[in-house]
């Protein structure tokens, strides 16, 4: 039972929640010491509640045991199951509903410990590096992508740039070694961006072309309104979804036309910004219809946009499923769609795909989670392309030290 006089909360010593808020199956909080206090101390604070069905005290099991047994507190008792992770910290499981982890919180407050949230925790256990791979992880959206954040975290990530499985050291190298190894660490930068922010691809195309029924096939449920009257989405509609395990962000947008309406003109000004920030554009063009001014327009004005370094275009012969009326001006690489039927919404898909991913990592790949991570490596291999050893050296110890990359020129 906690102690009938309530110590003053001790800074050395916190508890966090680590799993999400609500009603999961199991809750986990950590009870973490201070480097600087005595080792045994989260043991202790633990033991003050936790009977195991052993008779063992915490302080008395070795690290990696997982203990059962019951968890005392002044209004009721949780079956928990604890273990010591390292020396400085024990891990406690309980029931995921809240009331449980209220009364464990409670309780171990009452013996000192500060309660915090477990990004501020963290700030006390690991290096700024690890505690952004860390919190990239918390913001993975699938199991595809924690897995990958969770390689990187096991220090994957931080290995390839000091070397550690070797015999030397990425900064004792010359810059002939250095320069391909961030050419590798580089390979998988756009990738590593989105393993925490959803691929954006936008459906974009002339009035009535058939963007909502389309963007409702790939979610698979209703998410846009469908209306023959052209004109209906005035605003940006999006919906989230995971293809092959990786996370998009779908938008519908406005149909694109000449218009005197100066509503509609605001949502197809929005469109194209839209567009223009996308990771991927699906251009529809309905083929059951012969195709248009508009159409023509939207064609050559997309293909030039990519041109021109804009985000790349898939062509979408959409309404398959009706007779063709424009087959000898349609783009040989188009792909051929009926939301209608779901007859090549599959091969949309993985158009997309392999379109936006076209290499996919292989296990134990080495993969830079973070903007700022990207940046210095960037400047290292500018760096190191230029002969400026010093420079190169510097750029990954800030990468590793969790340095704000302040190079305004590098920003863009």
Not at 7 to 34: K, Q
Not at 332 to 358: F, W
Request: proline share 6%; aromatic share 4%; net charge negative.
């Amino acid at each position: 039972m906690p102690s009938p006089e309530r110590p003053t909360a001790n800074p050395n010593l916190t508890a966090a929640l680590l799993t999400p808020s609500g009603r999961g199956a199991v809750a986990v909080i950590r009870i973490h010491a201070a480097k600087s206090a005595h080792p045994d101390l989260p043991a202790a604070v633990v033991d003050a509640a936790f009977v195991s069905v052993s008779g063992r005290a915490i302080s008395q099991q070795p690290v990696g045991r997982l203990c059962y047994g019951h968890w005392a507190s002044d209004s009721a008792s949780e079956d928990v199951v604890v273990c010591r992770t390292d020396e400085y910290a024990v891990e406690v499981s309980c029931h995921g509903g809240r009331a449980a982890v209220n009364r464990i919180l409670e309780s171990l407050k009452a013996e000192g410990a500060s309660i915090v949230d477990w990004q501020t925790q963290q700030a006390t256990i690991s290096s700024p590096f690890d505690r952004e791979i860390a919190d990239a992880i918390s913001q993975a959206t699938t199991t595809r992508t924690a897995a990958i954040l969770l390689e990187q975290a096991s220090g994957q990530l931080k290995a390839a740039l000091t070397l550690k499985d070797a015999l030397t050291q990425l900064l004792e190298l010359d810059l002939v070694q250095i320069t391909p190894r961030l050419a590798e660490l580089l390979a998988y930068s756009q990738l590593g961006l989105h393993l925490t922010q959803p691929w954006k691809v936008v459906l974009a195309g002339r009035p009535n072309v058939g963007k909502s029924t389309l963007i409702n096939a790939l979610l698979g449920f209703e998410r846009a309104i469908v209306f023959d009257q052209p004109g209906t989405t005035r605003d940006v509609v999006t919906g989230m979804t995971a293809f092959d395990g990786w996370p998009f962000q779908l938008a519908d947008t406005a149909g694109i036309r000449n218009t005197d309406d100066e509503l509609e003109q605001a949502g197809i000004q929005r469109a194209r910004r839209t567009a223009d920030s996308a990771d991927l554009v699906c251009l529809l063009l309905d083929t059951s219809c012969p195709s248009t001014t508009e159409d023509e327009e939207l064609l050559a004005e997309f293909k030039r946009s990519e041109a021109e370094d804009g985000p790349p275009t898939i062509m979408v012969a959409h309404k398959a499923d009706l007779p063709d009326q424009w087959p000898m001006s349609i783009p040989d690489h188009a792909v051929r769609v009926s939301s209608t039927t779901g007859v090549g919404v599959e091969k949309l898909i993985s158009t997309i795909v392999e379109t936006l991913i076209p290499k996919i990592p292989p296990t134990g790949a080495t993969i830079p989670v973070s903007r700022r991570q990207i940046q210095w490596l960037d400047k290292a291999w500018r760096s190191a392309k230029a002969d400026d050893v010093a420079q190169t050296k510097t750029a990954i110890t800030n990468c590793l030290s969790g340095a704000a990359f302040l190079d305004e020129t590098l920003l863009a």
